[in-house]
């Protein structure tokens, strides 16, 4: 099969947006009509339907920012990959690292909620990273090759389409909204020992599978970036939120 890999940005609200805000994926679509990378906005629950109407028939994808792992019952709060996917959502980011600090959720816990939301044909976008007392231990890599191997749910083995339900984002905590990036060597280090992981874990599907990196993407450093061999997309926080923020960064992505 090839090793094309897909590109992929995608833009990560969190906890912000309102409906006077979609006017501002009506001016992403508006500036990337026919991207030549894939671009998906996982907004706030609040905001899945209305968005999911206003970018039908358009190349922008909707997403949610977490699942339960269970189809449905007594989990008051929560939302299930079902009812995310019936609302609009077409991708969904796992285990991102404020999942994981701000409610305790494991590896564990998050590949069950990948198996949900494969069940679901939804994208998961599985986020793994190491803190900044990790990294200067020298733990880096134990501790994000742990977690991709825990975390990347068996529903994955044998998938033919693969690259189409997964992408891993590498998201060093510490330089989550802190303005602080990795250099480009530690990028790179970290995106091949995860390329190499997920083909001797899944096989040569995993191949094409897109690698985002999700640590303080902006318009000034997106290019470079991209540059580097097998970081093939973003995660994007803060600069998702304007649409002319987020379309520089896509338009970097198309032209690297």
Not at 9 to 33: C, S
Request: with cysteine.
């Amino acid at each position: 099969m090839s090793d094309q890999k897909r590109k992929l940005a995608v833009g990560n609200w969190k906890m912000n947006g309102l409906l006077d805000d979609l006017e501002q994926v009506t001016a992403l679509i508006a500036a990337h009509p026919q991207p030549q990378s894939e671009m998906a906005l996982c907004l706030p629950a609040t905001l899945i339907a209305a968005a999911s109407t206003l970018a039908a028939g358009s190349m922008l994808w909707i997403g949610a920012q977490d699942c339960h792992a269970a189809v449905s019952g007594a989990h008051t709060g929560d939302l299930s990959a079902a009812m995310l996917h019936d609302a609009g959502a077409r991708y969904v980011i796992l285990g991102h690292s404020e999942r994981r600090g701000d409610h305790g959720e494991t590896d564990a816990m998050v590949a069950a909620k990948g198996t949900a939301a494969l069940a679901e044909n939804m994208t998961a976008i599985i986020c793994i990273g190491e803190t900044l007392g990790e990294r200067e231990a020298g733990r880096t890599l134990d501790v994000v090759l742990g977690q991709l191997d825990a975390s990347v749910p068996e529903a994955c083995q044998g998938l033919w389409n693969l690259s189409e339900r997964l992408a891993i984002a590498y998201e060093p905590v510490w330089a989550i909204g802190t303005g602080r990036t990795p250099t480009l060597d530690q990028i790179a280090e970290v995106h091949d020992a995860l390329r190499g992981r997920l083909v001797a874990r899944l096989g040569p599907t995993a191949g094409p599978v897109p690698l985002l990196y999700g640590g303080s993407v902006k318009p000034a450093n997106a290019a470079e970036i991209f540059a580097l061999g097998n970081v093939n997309g973003a995660l994007v926080g803060g600069a998702s939120l304007k649409a002319a923020d987020f379309a520089q960064i896509v338009e970097a992505l198309n032209a690297a």
